[in-house]
């Protein structure tokens, strides 16, 4: 089974730096996706980015880019020029494919605060 | 337009009632997803319909019944809840295309959310 580990239950950054959440997952699965999702409070879940396994260029979204290291099975997520809009839980997760029947499993999530 | 809307944002209801939450997409998606979100937790799959037939059930108990009157509409209805289904519940769609090389177009989108509180 799949499963998807965020360590850092809690973290901070000052606005207008960088921060790096980390994420680490275990699958025997050869290809699949791995995607990362804000939820601000209060507010709607949105994908920040998603990464295909076998592509090995590294996914990026204007201040949010990812470190895909699949030898060592992780995902983290660097978001750069922190902004007070980037407080929100953070939720990494894992699909083996695109499709509905295909399960999105999230990890326990990191709770980031942006600090002015 | 790429929303899911919800209703209610909120419902309080006493363990005998019966309520329904409602979900509602006008993307063009079909698939159409139930999670139920703790505080502080990731979202939990409950039911997947695609193409208006239910294609996944996580075991779910039998207090919640999802029903799929057309490809835009899901509902959950809710008899005989108990204080622990207390949550955040999160109605998500997408496109789900069977053609492997649209699927990645497949991503969810999420709607805000019912918060309900069962007392």
């Known amino acids: 089974a799949q499963t998807v580990t965020q360590s850092q239950p809690e973290m901070s950054v000052q606005e207008a730096e960088t921060v790096t959440l980390s994420c680490t997952y275990d699958?025997?699965?050869?290809?699949?996706?791995l995607f990362w999702y804000k939820q601000p409070p209060s507010r709607q879940m949105i994908l920040v980015i998603r990464q295909e396994a076998y592509k090995q260029q590294n996914a990026t979204e204007n201040r949010f880019s990812v470190n895909f290291q699949k030898a060592a099975k992780s995902f983290s997520l660097k978001i750069s020029d922190s902004q007070l809009g980037d407080t929100a839980m953070y939720f990494c997760a894992f699909s083996r494919g695109l499709a509905s029947y295909d399960k999105v499993i999230f990890g326990p999530g990191t709770s980031l605060s942006v600090i002015p | 337009d790429t929303e899911v809307t919800q209703t209610p944002k909120h419902l309080v209801m006493g363990m005998t009632n019966k309520k329904s939450l409602k979900c509602e997409q006008h993307?063009?998606?079909?698939?159409m997803y139930w999670y139920k979100q703790k505080a502080k937790k990731p979202p939990e799959l409950m039911f997947v319909?695609?193409?208006?037939?239910?294609?996944i059930n996580e075991s779910v108990p039998s207090r919640f019944s999802p029903e799929c009157p057309n490809s835009s509409l899901l509902n959950l209805h809710l008899h005989a809840l108990q204080p622990e289904d207390s949550a955040l519940y999160l109605c998500?769609?997408?496109?789900?295309?069977?053609?492997?090389?649209?699927?990645?177009?497949?991503?969810?989108?999420f709607g805000p959310g019912t918060r309900l509180t069962v007392l």
């Open positions: 993307m063009g998606h079909r698939a």
């Open positions: 699958t025997s699965e050869s290809n699949y996706y």
């Open positions: 319909y695609s193409y208006e037939k239910l294609s």
């Open positions: 998500a769609s997408s496109q789900d295309t069977g053609t492997s090389a649209l699927r990645q177009h497949n991503e969810q989108f």
